[in-house]
């Protein structure tokens, strides 16, 4: 039995954003890996993400792909969610962050700067960094 068998993960695809392979096969590994994955799909408004945490309070976070460069965009109502307590988890932002090729550090502290967690720009990353923010629920 692993040992996040517990621990649930939210997961969903960006408001503006209709990828639904990536999804798909993140929730399958995040599943293999012991999570319990509410997964909302494609095109999820924010809102949505917060009314799933609601009813999962104890998730220890949203997952947000973004595959169209737009997450700053779809993301952008985050500072208002958290101020009204409607999403109290670390959020989790991956994929490609930013229309264009390249990526900065500036793209980045955009996403952090509206109350993004977590950045990764490697999926390999994501059940390690679950795994560490499940601990606690499980210490």
Not at 105 to 125: C, I, Y
């Amino acid at each position: 039995m692993n040992q996040f068998n517990r621990a649930t993960v939210i997961l969903g695809v960006a408001a503006s954003d209709a990828h639904a392979v990536a999804n798909i096969l993140i929730a399958e590994s995040l599943r293999e890996a012991g999570f319990l994955v509410v997964n909302l799909g494609v095109c999820t408004p924010l809102p949505e993400f917060a009314e799933a945490y609601q009813a999962n309070p104890t998730a220890v976070a949203v997952v947000v792909g973004s595959l169209n460069g737009h997450a700053y965009d779809d993301l952008r109502d985050l500072p208002a969610l958290r101020a009204r307590g409607l999403l109290g988890c670390p959020v989790v932002v991956g994929g490609n962050i930013s229309v264009g090729s390249t990526k900065s550090d500036r793209d980045r502290a955009r996403l952090e700067q509206l109350g993004v967690d977590h950045v990764l720009d490697d999926v390999a990353h994501l059940v390690p960094l679950l795994a560490g923010l499940a601990q606690p629920v499980f210490a």
